[in-house]
């Protein structure tokens, strides 16, 4: 399995002048965060009116997927919930280096995790623990969360940047067992048959190669991934969803029941069920999806695109 696992090496070249502006931002970020947590959530006010000035055709997305989302919330709340989700994206720059940087003492402050006996449960029948997580903006932070109280296995996608894969893969490796490079999903299979627990995303739209086309709250055809059903069909585990959501004093992981049943459905019907699950947790803390992806770019034959 030893070539499926990325691992980038630090090298001298990394003191090349074309990184030096790299380690002048990174530098930044790292003093920021030693900020108490609570300077940092009112810093992401500002950082949310920069999003808003320079990132504009992210937050046209984000207001089309909400559009598309919820169309029958008045316009108003619709707003209202954009607004708070820029706060939120806007903070997800600290709880990125929160999650790299901060050490184990200061995390373990702020932090919770709810529903851990499932993830034992699994685990005691000798089974691996599939936990289908979902795309919110403080995901960097719950990575690390979540191996401070089990370590954990994820795909990876390398940054195009050799510097910032290096510093990302530290960050994302500091309290987890491994990284697999994405492309591997034999590796990911062999982990789920040792008995790990693996976290993989499958709420965003990975194009048309596998996908099938299920409701996603208000768009009735979702392009959604099928390679969640493969991985819980071939490999000895049970799969549970998986979130991280923000709390007044920090950060909380929630395991959420195991889905016993999901491997022995048909396609439309376990996936179907798997976005409805995907929409539940969308919907405790709404503000902290990134709404800022095009969710449903990918559209069934002769289906005119929902961006404009």
């Known amino acids: 399995m030893a070539h499926s696992i990325h ?3 630090f090298t001298l070249t990394f003191f090349h002048p074309k990184y030096w502006l790299i380690w002048f931002g990174l530098t930044c970020l790292f003093l920021l965060t030693l900020l108490p947590l609570g300077i940092l959530r009112k810093l992401a006010y500002v950082n ?58 200061r995390l373990r402050r702020i932090i919770e995790i709810e529903g851990f006996e499932h993830i034992k449960a699994i685990q005691a029948q000798g089974k691996g623990v599939l936990a289908l997580g979902i795309h919110n903006v403080n995901i960097e932070t719950g990575c690390r969360i979540l191996g401070l109280f089990h370590k954990s296995i994820a795909f990876y996608r390398p940054h195009n940047n050799p510097l910032m894969d290096y510093i990302q893969f530290k960050g994302r490796a500091r309290s987890n067992e491994y990284l697999i490079d994405k492309r591997s999903s034999r590796a990911l299979l062999d982990a789920l048959d040792a008995g790990k627990l693996c976290a993989y995303l499958p709420d ?32 000895n585990c049970i799969p549970l ?21 999901f491997a022995d459905k048909d396609d439309v019907e376990a996936l179907t069920d798997l976005n409805h699950r995907i929409e539940n947790m969308i919907l405790e803390q709404p503000e902290s999806y990134l709404w800022m992806h095009k969710r449903f770019k990918t559209r069934p034959p002769g289906e005119a695109s929902l961006y404009q």
């Not at 999650?99 to 003492?105: I, M, S, V, Y």
Request: aromatic share 14%; charged share 25%.
């Open 204 to 235: 965003q739209d990975y194009g048309k190669r596998g996908a099938v086309f299920v409701p996603f709250f208000g768009v009735k055809k979702a392009a959604t991934i099928s390679a969640t059903l493969m991985f819980a069909r071939r490999s």
């Open 48 to 105: 949310a009116w920069l999003l808003k000035k320079l990132a504009k055709k992210r937050i046209r997305i984000a207001e089309q997927n909400i559009a598309l989302c919820f169309p029958n919330m008045p316009a108003r709340e619709q707003t209202e919930l954009l607004n708070k989700h820029y706060v939120t994206a806007g903070m997800a720059l600290f709880e990125t280096a929160i999650g790299w940087w901060w050490p184990d003492w």
């Open 7 to 9: 691992q980038p090496r």
């Open 241 to 261: 969803m998986l979130s991280t959501q923000t709390t007044a004093r920090g950060y909380k992981v929630k395991f959420y029941p195991p889905m016993d049943d």
